[in-house]
């Protein structure tokens, strides 16, 4: 089975532009979670979702982030404009149902840079 | 509001050696507790949970942990750490404040393997 696929990987941009990352749930989970991890402030919960419906976006930094899930299966992070301090990796995770929803699976990450 | 502790930033171990990387959480009732690594450059990957039962918890790579509930705590070990084990290892709580499954997430406590 594939895991949490991220893309891209990589990203480097310069401040004022528009970055968008992409997640792709694992098959049969049904809840989504975007991460941002930097090394003054660790591992910080963005926003997560539940059967596509926004659920907590109180980590979200400001109004330039955003993000959508269109489908079951996909979902997107957005910054515009990016600029120099949101560089950081970004993760998603996805889970099940029951019990198992704790059992968050993440991506790869996408490490961002902002010039 | 549930809350989890690591309190070594930074561990070192000889190869061969045993290690217990240390976790205190908060809550009142019976938490879901996971420990989760991450490699350099790479993305969180599960080791192991406990939901209830068993307080000793088999995982991945030869980890297992602890469920002490007088002591709130979730101790990870490994008999003889391998010099592949170092990492940084993040403790996680699961928040009962959110239905939808969103975890509590440790600082992280990285660990350096001596040859």
């Known amino acids: 089975d594939a895991g949490v696929i991220q893309s891209p990987r990589h990203e480097v941009t310069e401040m004022g532009q528009e970055v968008t990352l992409r997640c792709k749930l694992i098959s049969g989970h049904n809840s989504l979670f975007w991460y941002r991890q930097t090394m003054m402030r660790g591992l910080e919960l963005l926003i997560y979702?539940?059967?596509?419906?926004?659920?907590?976006d109180s980590g979200m930094p400001e109004d330039r982030f955003s993000a959508k899930m269109p489908n079951a299966s996909f979902s997107t992070l957005k910054i515009q404009p990016s600029e120099p301090r949101d560089s950081a990796v970004y993760f998603c995770a996805s889970s099940a149902t029951g019990t198992a929803r704790y059992e968050q699976y993440f991506g790869p990450g996408t490490r961002l840079t902002v010039t | 509001a549930q809350s989890v502790t690591q309190p070594d930033i930074h561990i070192t171990v000889s190869e061969g050696a045993s290690l217990e990387l240390r976790c205190n959480y908060s809550?009142?009732?019976?938490?879901?507790l996971f420990w989760y690594v991450q490699s350099p450059g790479q993305g969180l990957q599960l080791l192991l949970k406990y939901f209830s039962g068993d307080t000793l918890v088999q995982g991945i790579k030869g980890f297992e942990a602890e469920f002490k509930r007088s002591q709130s705590s979730f101790n990870l070990r490994k008999p003889s750490v391998h010099w592949s084990d170092a990492a940084e290892y993040f403790c996680a709580v699961g928040n009962y404040g959110g239905s939808q499954g969103n975890l509590i997430f440790g600082k992280g406590t990285k660990l350096s393997v001596k040859p």
């Open positions: 979702f539940n059967n596509n419906v926004p659920i907590d």
């Open positions: 809550y009142g009732a019976t938490p879901y």
